[in-house]
């Protein structure tokens, strides 16, 4: 080929536009979560979800820099910018194969720990300083909301502070079901949290699948558009 495919050249700057949009939606949402008031008081700091915030943070900001990266190497027909962008997707698409992989080797560990940070939480709950307070009303709210008691024992789990949220008491709704028996719901949390991830594993893989096939079409483009302009 002679030049350089126009038809190769805007599809590839429109798919990475939209993986720059992607990646731009990812960080302001993220961001937004970070240092907003409301989001901090509903993502305890002793829940952890922090540090899944600051990680999309960092996963939007390097799917931006990809994105623009392709975007610009597409357009300038830069064979740097593509041959980075080529090296960084293969980079991740690696990662993700290899996060596959450990995942299933590692599959009994995660249940481990779940349990280790389970266990942790119930000294939280069982605190009486009022240091965890935050924290133990968000998790009463779970308990209502997912109509469960405790973390890993029951009941037992709330420790002294059971007196002050009463969190496994039934709501009225639920008196006489099989979730309420004597007036307190009688399934762990734990047990929600864990079907709560079987549940949604085939979600998430059916996500990764298809960020891989979009991975290794931006993969083909790029190392596609970079022969074109190399033979140009």
């Known amino acids: ?8 050249k805007y599809s590839m700057f429109i798919f990475n536009f939209l993986f720059w949009m992607c990646g ?36 939007g900001a390097i799917i931006m820099v990809m994105g623009f ?16 962008f080529f090296i960084g997707l293969l980079i991740i ?6 996060a596959g992989i450990l995942g299933g080797v590692y599959k009994s560990k995660v249940e481990e720990v779940v349990n280790k940070t389970l266990t942790e939480e119930v000294q939280m709950l069982q605190d009486t300083t009022g240091k965890n307070q935050d924290f133990q009303a968000g998790f009463h709210k779970f308990e209502q909301a997912n ?9 037992s789990d709330w420790g002294k502070a059971q007196s002050t949220y009463n969190g496994c008491q039934c709501d009225t709704k639920d008196v006489g079901t099989s979730v309420c028996k004597g007036g307190k719901y009688t399934t762990s949390c734990r047990e929600v949290i864990m079907e709560f991830f079987k ?6 893989m059916g996500i990764a699948f298809g960020l891989a096939f979009i991975e290794v079409l931006g993969l083909v483009f790029s190392m596609s558009l970079y022969c074109q302009i190399q033979r140009k």
């Open 93 to 98: 698409l690696l990662l993700q194969i290899v």
């Open 147 to 155: 109509k469960c008691c405790g973390l890993l024992k029951g009941e």
């Open 1 to 8: 080929m002679a030049g350089v495919s126009s038809c190769m």
């Open 24 to 59: 731009c939606a990812i960080l302001a949402a993220s961001i937004y979560m970070r240092v907003n008031k409301d989001a901090q008081e509903s993502f305890n700091k002793g829940s952890g979800m922090f540090a899944g915030i600051d990680l999309l943070i960092a996963v």
């Open 199 to 204: 549940n949604n594993m085939v979600i998430v």
């Open 69 to 84: 990266l392709g975007c610009c190497g597409a357009m300038k027909e830069s064979q740097c910018m593509l041959l980075l």
